[in-house]
T-cell receptor, first 120, second 111 residues
Framework: EAGVVQSPRYKIIEKKQPVAFWCNPISGHNTLYWYLQNLGQGPELLIRYENEEAVDDSQLPKDRFSAERLKGVDSTLKIQPAELGDSAVYLC??????????????????FGQGTRLTVV | QKEVEQDPGPLSVPEGAIVSLNCTYSNSAFQYFMWYRQYSRKGPELLMYTYSSGNKEDGRFTAQVDKSSKYISLFIRDSQPSDSATYLCAMSEGSARQLTFGSGTQLTVLP
């Protein structure tokens, strides 16, 4: 079974240019996450989708970042305009569901390989 | 101060050594505790998962959670060069959907 697929793997752009990242989650996974990982740091959640609804976007800088998940499957994350400080790895993850309780089975998040963005 | 603090490393050990990785946290509402392994230029992958306090063992890996001290640990026995990676602790209040990660510890196991 294919894992979470992200593209492109690497992107170099000039500051003030727009950029978009694409994510295809694991088939059947209803929950999709976008994380930001700076060098030497752990991932930080940007946005979480339940199907096509963004249920947690409190950490998404909405002045320049936008995201969408049409039809509750693939997702794109866009930055416009990009700034030097946006250079980082953008990780997409998906999970089957978001149940509660001690059982992880449906809520384990599987990560893609990430898109490494360099803004020059 | 960050909610989750992790020993910064980097950590370098000889093959066969016992490795101890640790995190402390400040949010007493955390109930789910995880360890992720991240190889260079790859996404994190779940290694161990513990709900509430206690120990959990899986092969050469043991995860410990002490909620009274707000302290979690991952032990790796008989470490192998293939264990060389960055280890991230992660925690959540409710299920695994809102994870707070530590900054990661880079581990190198020398052959």
């Amino acid at each position: 079974e294919a894992g979470v697929v992200q593209s492109p793997r690497y992107k170099i752009i000039e500051k003030k240019q727009p950029v978009a990242f694409w994510c295809n989650p694991i088939s059947g996974h209803n929950t999709l996450y976008w994380y930001l990982q700076n060098l030497g740091q752990g991932p930080e959640l940007l946005i979480r989708y339940e199907n096509e609804e963004a249920v947690d976007d409190s950490q998404l800088p909405k002045d320049r970042f936008s995201a969408e998940r049409l039809k509750g499957v693939d997702s794109t994350l866009k930055i416009q305009p990009a700034e030097l400080g946006d250079s980082a790895v953008y990780l997409c993850a998906s999970s089957l569901g978001t149940g509660t309780g001690p059982i992880l089975r449906n809520t384990e998040a599987f990560f893609g390989q990430g898109t490494r963005l360099t803004v020059v | 101060q960050k909610e989750v603090e992790q020993d910064p490393g980097p950590l370098s050990v000889p093959e066969g050594a016992i490795v101890s990785l640790n995190c402390t946290y400040s949010n007493s509402a955390f109930q789910y505790f995880m360890w992720y392994r991240q190889y260079s230029r790859k996404g994190p992958e779940l290694l161990m998962y513990t709900y509430s306090s206690g120990n959990k063992e899986d092969g050469r890996f043991t995860a410990q959670v002490d909620k009274s001290s707000k302290y979690i640990s991952l032990f790796i026995r008989d470490s192998q060069p293939s264990d060389s990676a960055t280890y991230l602790c992660a925690m959540s209040e409710g299920s695994a959907r809102q994870l707070t990660f530590g900054s990661g510890t880079q581990l190198t196991v020398l052959p």
